[in-house]
């Protein structure tokens, strides 16, 4: 098993020290879902949801996350986005909406965490927007499907 490396010889939680690692590019993408009743999605489709366009705002609800993921997540490292892209799609087949965000920067630590948080803050606000139409919506899957840079290298998943 690896060490913890956000821990402190004493145990104790602090932030890792990225001082001594060289500047590369590094990106990151991670999904999420959302189930809908089809009625729900139809709407979404539709535009005739009360609160507005639910695909527009949880995009940029998922940019503006990204961004903020620091302030969010303890331990993480404010770092520079070079950009963040986050895709917000229906599908009707789930049925749902489908959330993918990409990541990326150079410098010395990952944007894993800026993915991550870009497509839950995004699934957060689908939900926000829908939950006067539906009670049984569900925020599912939320993964990091993709990451290269760094000493670690490239790692896919699904």
């Known amino acids: 098993m690896t060490k913890l490396t956000h821990l402190d010889e004493k145990g104790r939680a602090r932030m890792v020290d990225v001082g001594g690692k060289k500047d590369t590019r590094r990106t990151a993408t991670a999904r999420a879902e959302v189930i809908l009743s089809p009625q729900t999605l139809a709407a979404v489709v539709e535009g005739g949801v009360p609160k507005g366009d639910v695909l527009a705002v949880a995009r940029i609800a998922g940019i503006t996350g990204g961004k903020k993921t620091p302030e969010l997540i303890p331990l993480t490292h404010p770092i520079g986005l070079d950009s ?44 926000d927007m829908l939950k006067g139409l539906e009670k049984g919506i569900r925020v599912s899957d939320i993964r990091l499907v993709y990451k290269a840079g760094g000493k670690s290298g490239e790692w896919r998943g699904e």
């Open 84 to 127: 963040l892209k986050v895709e917000v799609t229906p599908d009707k087949e789930l049925p749902g909406i489908r959330i993918e965000a990409t990541a990326t920067t150079t410098g010395k630590t990952g944007v894993e965490m800026e993915a991550m948080t870009a497509v839950s803050v995004a699934a957060l606000t689908v939900y």
